[in-house]
């Protein structure tokens, strides 16, 4: 049955088995948790609260930055994934 918006509060359609990272989790792990629950953006907790966000945008971002520096990594964006190849 559909319900107008108007009646339909965060708590109906919010995700119940939340994925999350700690403040001091390595990019990677968040990374990999990301991937395997098919999220683009990651919460951050940190004892219970939430102290941020991680996006795949983030996460982009940081691997230019480390192929800026690498000159064997080539980083390839394919849809919402990250592709990183040395060649």
């Given at each position: 049955v559909r319900r107008h918006p108007d009646h339909v509060t965060?708590?109906?359609v919010m995700a119940t088995d939340l994925v999350a990272a700690g403040p001091d989790d390595?990019?990677?792990?968040a990374a990999r948790r990301m991937v395997k629950a098919q999220v683009r953006h990651l919460p951050v907790l940190d004892r219970d609260e939430i102290a941020g966000f991680v996006s795949m945008r983030d996460l982009f971002d940081v691997l230019v930055d480390v192929a800026a520096?690498?000159?064997d990594?080539?980083?390839?964006?394919?849809?919402t994934r990250v592709v990183v190849r040395q060649e």
């Open positions: 965060a708590q109906d390595r990019i990677l792990d520096h690498e000159e990594v080539v980083v390839v964006p394919s849809g």
